[in-house]
């Protein structure tokens, strides 16, 4: 049987989702405690790889295994051997070629920056005191809209066959000293959501216009973009799938 699981996570002490060789990672501890309470081996299929340090309020994986009784009580053990910063939700009985990853149709990502400093955002938000135009930022978000290419935004050599993304919204909202970033798509690439923030930032501070923001996305390059803002103020929010409700 296929299940997908549903989870969401702290990301401050994890090099990422994946799996990866001495370091600590979502992935190989959710393996652990799935193998643990199943008492086979698992090994979960992400719906995407978050970075070092990003977090995840949603995140959706698949695993195969016999058949489930009582998923209920699964998930109150896992949640149990589990640490305090990853969280079990759901565990949801799928078709067998379903696919956490590849069938996912949206993704959704936010971004937190705060103003004046707070003792209790440490790691999970971006300190940034400086005054930002939020009007500008917002019109540059409606640049995105005029365009599927987003390799500027990509990080350089990673092995992908397109750098195409259908971007289904963007914006900026300001909550007092609080300013979170919302974008969709059906895709990302490396890095793209944090190069995405930094170049608006700098649209912000109005180090670059609203034409230099077009011009930019028209170059395809890397380096003409913005810095990469830091990880920790950086959550993937929701995951959408055709025959999940």
């Known amino acids: ?98 696919h956490a990853r590849f069938d996912a149709t949206k993704r959704t990502y936010e971004y937190h920056i705060h103003s004046f400093k707070n003792a209790f955002f440490q790691n999970k938000s971006w300190y940034f005191h400086q005054k930002l135009n939020v009007d500008l930022m917002n019109q540059a978000c409606k640049i995105l809209f005029n365009h599927t290419d987003f390799q500027c935004f990509s990080k350089v050599h990673t092995d992908v066959n397109t750098f195409d993304c259908k971007i289904y919204e963007a914006f900026w909202k300001q909550e007092n000293a609080n300013l979170i970033f919302t974008i969709s798509a059906d895709r990302f690439l490396r890095n793209m959501v944090r190069a995405i923030v930094g170049t608006m930032v700098n649209v912000g501070l109005e180090k670059i216009t609203l034409e230099e923001f077009q011009t930019i996305i028209e170059s395809k390059d890397r380096n003409k973009a913005g810095f990469s803002v830091p990880a920790h103020g950086l959550y993937l929010t929701e995951i959408k799938y055709d025959y999940l409700k």
């Open 1 to 98: 049987m296929r299940y997908f699981i549903q989870i969401s996570y702290n990301g401050t002490n994890y090099h990422g989702w994946q799996q990866q060789p001495n370091a600590s990672s979502v992935q190989e501890t959710l393996n652990k405690s799935l193998s643990t309470v199943l008492n086979c081996k698992i090994d979960c299929m992400g719906a995407g790889r978050t970075d070092t340090g990003v977090h995840a309020t949603q995140m959706y994986a698949h695993f195969d295994c016999d058949e489930l009784q009582n998923t209920t009580s699964i998930i109150h053990k896992l949640n149990s051997f589990l640490p305090q910063d990853i969280v079990v939700h759901d565990l949801i009985q799928v078709h067998e070629d379903a």
